[in-house]
């Protein structure tokens, strides 16, 4: 009996030896799933958000294109405007220097001969 209660007492110990190992087994199984999902989270988040900067940035990018045409299209707009009144007044003034020589030339007696007729 003595070698029976040995026995019986082996058994348990060797069960619960094994309950113990396939405890440890399920926890690190749930531990390494756990893990593994968040894993999958937190690069399902990043891709996300580094989806979401690329868009901000290439919106940012389009709109500085934007306001650089715009900002040259003025400053073409004003470099003709500008051309265009010198060009303008550069005539005004060559008109005027022509029309006031022609004055004094008949002033002075020395118009051309078409005008002296």
Known sequence: MATEGKTDHMTDNKKQVQEA???????AQAAKDRTIESKDQTASYFSEKTGA?????????????AEKDK???VAQAKKDKTAGG???????????????MEAVKQKL???????NN
């Open 71 to 73: 900002s040259s299209e």
């Open 21 to 27: 190992k396939e405890k440890v087994y399920e926890t």
């Open 53 to 65: 900067t690329k868009d901000k940035a290439s919106e940012v990018a389009q709109s500085a294109q």
């Open 86 to 100: 010198l060009g303008n007044t550069a005539e005004q003034v060559k008109s005027v220097a022509a029309s006031t």
């Open 109 to 115: 007696g020395m118009g051309t001969k078409d005008n």
